[in-house]
């Protein structure tokens, strides 16, 4: 029998509803709150990406949980807006008075059916739920054709109960039955012979639309929801980032992607668009303050970065060599190949010409590769902007008369600042120790020994690279001689020898100013 769905017509067989709950079973979990704004902007994000069922909120919960679901159903044109409601008809009024000015439109009733739930927690007996599963989808009826309903601990119900509750909901209206994983304790094993069976045996299960809702406890809450789609579920109730109760929800990027990436073992098709799945999972990031881990499935800044030099090499051979789906189908911008200490050099040299340093010579490109080996040695991970710092740093020190070899310096708040430092001028080595008010004034002093000059400092300045306390330190010094001014930049882990190079980066530029004119001596 073909479902002929108040909202959505005549469905295709393999067609799958996306329902998000992100602004309820998500935005319910601890820490995850938005306010009225930030839903609303959440949920133009959501009808942007394609989904199509918003769960926009529990409009009995609050006040301020109503007016978010009456205000996305005001404002959100495309997606059904859905409005979760218990089988109460307080509860259930509630939700069919928030979603009223939707253009499609859907209640989301739900009660427990499992024995725990029904003892301790509802404290009902079996027959009493099922006279509350009929009367609230009846009621939820009279306000909207489009109504779910949903066996809470579903996958913990006795399946002879779970089949009565099932159909009543069928014979009072329901037009979605949704069985969900409440506690994350199903396997997908289970959750196909939950679902078959019920496909199966309920009278009227063939004119409805069956929805899965896994939770997260074990890891498996998309393995689960696959396995609720091969066994005939056509709806997945799924969240961004995978947010939600306890562990959270199974994650909608994840289950399109993987339906995406495997047609041949998923073969389903939805309406998201992929390209956009980043920057809703990024939204989402920005307005709740919670990032996704860096391993992240899809979405995780490591998702489609590789560090080993042998995956890197294979991934420059043919991308399809590690990559099961590109970073683009899901809006990221190029492979972050992230460098690490076990980054070859065919790796660094394919870095260096996307970052625009093609023409690199050997020498150039040894240097930084040194430098790049030592500075992985003490930052966990060098991105794109510490291989620029670098580069350009050793760039200019490739012309450079003066350069710097190393610096060991001592300061604190008892010992007078004391700095070693040794450079190469016109390539022979030299060495200086100097005293300063600080460690900085110190080193500035020894180059000042090494290479005496008249330019005046006149900036000296200190940014970060990247984050974090291991981020380089990123120097400008700027210095002013005869009325010409030079800016230099030095980049390191250690904030004083950036400083160091900064300043020699600039000495040099004067030098090369200068020696267009009158040629001079450099060395002390
Ligand atoms: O996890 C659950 O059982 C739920 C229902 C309210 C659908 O979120
Ligand atoms: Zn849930």
New binding site residues.
């Given amino acids: 029998m073909t479902i002929n769905h108040p909202n959505f017509g005549a469905i295709d067989a393999n067609r799958v509803i996306m329902f998000d709950?992100t602004l309820?079973?998500g935005e319910q979990s601890p820490g995850f709150s938005m306010n009225l704004a930030e839903k609303l902007r959440m949920a133009e994000a959501l009808a942007e990406l394609g989904v199509d069922v918003i769960e926009a909120g529990f409009p009995i919960a609050s006040p301020g949980d109503f007016e978010s679901v009456h205000e996305i159903a005001k404002a959100i044109k495309g997606p059904v807006i859905a409005g979760?409601a218990r089988s109460g008809s307080a509860d259930i009024l509630r939700a069919a008075e928030a979603v009223r000015p939707a253009e499609r439109k859907r209640i989301?009733t739900?009660i427990?059916t499992s024995p725990l739930h029904m003892k301790y927690k509802l404290r009902m007996e079996p027959e009493a739920v099922l006279e509350a599963v009929t009367a609230s989808v009846s009621l939820a009826r009279n306000h909207t054709d489009d109504v779910e309903w949903?066996?809470?601990?579903?996958s913990r119900t006795e399946p002879d109960f779970l089949a009565r509750c099932v159909e009543a909901a069928i014979r009072a209206g329901a037009t979605t039955i949704?069985i969900?994983?409440?506690?994350g304790y199903a396997t997908p094993e289970d959750i196909f012979t939950i679902f078959a069976a019920l496909r199966a045996r309920v009278p009227g299960a063939d004119g409805v639309i069956f929805s899965a809702?896994c939770?997260n406890d074990l890891g498996l809450a998309v393995a689960n929801t696959l396995a609720a789609l091969r066994a005939g579920a056509r709806q997945i109730?799924c969240t961004i980032n995978g947010i939600?109760?306890r562990a959270g929800?199974a994650a909608l990027e994840e289950i399109v992607m993987a339906i995406r990436t495997r047609p041949d073992a998923a073969p389903y098709k939805n309406a998201i668009e992929t390209q956009k799945i980043l920057r809703t999972s990024k939204l989402l990031a920005t307005i709740t303050g919670f990032d996704v881990q860096p391993n992240k499935a899809i979405v995780g800044r490591n998702a489609f970065a590789h560090e080993s030099g042998i995956h890197q090499d294979g991934m420059l051979k043919n991308a399809a060599t590690y990559e099961i789906m590109t970073p683009e189908s899901v809006g990221w911008q190029k492979t972050s190949l992230v460098m690490g200490k076990h980054s070859g050099r065919a790796a660094f040299r394919d870095k260096l010409r996307t970052l625009g340093y093609a023409d690199l010579g050997d020498n150039a490109l040894n240097d930084a590769f040194r430098r790049f080996k030592d500075l992985a040695d003490r930052k966990k991970l060098v991105f794109d902007e510490d291989i620029v710092a670098l580069v350009d740093d050793e760039v200019v020190r490739d012309h450079q008369r003066v350069r710097f070899v190393s610096l060991e310096v001592w300061a604190g708040s008892k010992a007078k600042p004391r700095a070693l430092l040794e450079l190469e001028i016109d390539g022979a080595p030299h060495s200086a120790e100097a005293h300063g008010d600080g460690p900085v004034d110190a080193t500035f002093n020894a180059i000042q020994t090494l290479v005496p000059h008249e330019a005046e400092l006149k900036l000296f300045s200190v940014g970060a690279v990247t984050e974090g306390t291991d981020a380089q330190a990123r120097c400008t010094v700027r210095l002013e001689e005869h009325g010409k001014s030079v800016d230099g930049q030095g980049a390191d882990t250690d904030t004083i020898v950036a400083a160091a190079r900064a300043y020699i980066h600039a000495l040099n530029k004067l030098t090369a100013k200068r020696n267009r004119t009158a040629p001079a001596a450099l060395t002390a």
Avoid at 150 to 154: F, I, R
Avoid at 180 to 183: H, I, L, Q
């Fill in positions: 709950t309820r079973d979760l989301h739900f427990s949903s066996a809470e601990d579903g949704n969900p994983d409440t506690v809702h939770h109730e939600g109760e929800n």
